[in-house]
């Protein structure tokens, strides 16, 4: 299983595969096991969000274990968990934040494969 890291900015956490756009993210997602997913929102001027990456598990059926919201786009945010919320299985554990410290040093150190 893999981490994965959606953010068209920030830098990628050690451990985790960045995903710069909505195609990437999407194309992880369909092609491997996710453990952790971590989303961004804003992804660029006139580029798809965060929101059509929630939208494609959706209709594709695939989902992490966990998804984290790291975004900083309030309105994005609520508008994935919404989605999330309303329709992914309930075993998805779903954090309307980002990560904590905690569990990125946990993942950078590789005790979290």
């Given at each position: 299983m893999i981490h994965v890291y959606l953010d068209d900015y920030r830098p990628c956490p050690k451990g985790f595969v960045?995903?710069?756009?909505a195609e990437e993210c999407k194309l992880l997602i369909d092609s491997e096991a996710i453990d952790i997913l971590s989303l961004?929102?804003?992804?660029?001027w006139n580029e798809p969000t965060g929101?059509?990456?929630v939208r494609h598990?959706?209709?594709?059926?695939?989902y992490p274990k966990i998804v984290y919201l790291h975004t900083s786009s309030t309105a994005g945010r609520m508008h994935m968990y919404?989605?999330?919320s309303s329709h992914a299985p309930i075993e998805m554990k779903i954090m309307n934040g980002p990560?904590?410290?905690?569990l990125l040093d946990e993942i950078a150190a590789g005790s979290r494969l």
């Open positions: 960045l995903a710069r756009n961004d929102y804003d992804l660029g929101y059509e990456v598990m959706v209709e594709s059926a695939r919404h989605m999330l990560m904590p410290d905690s």
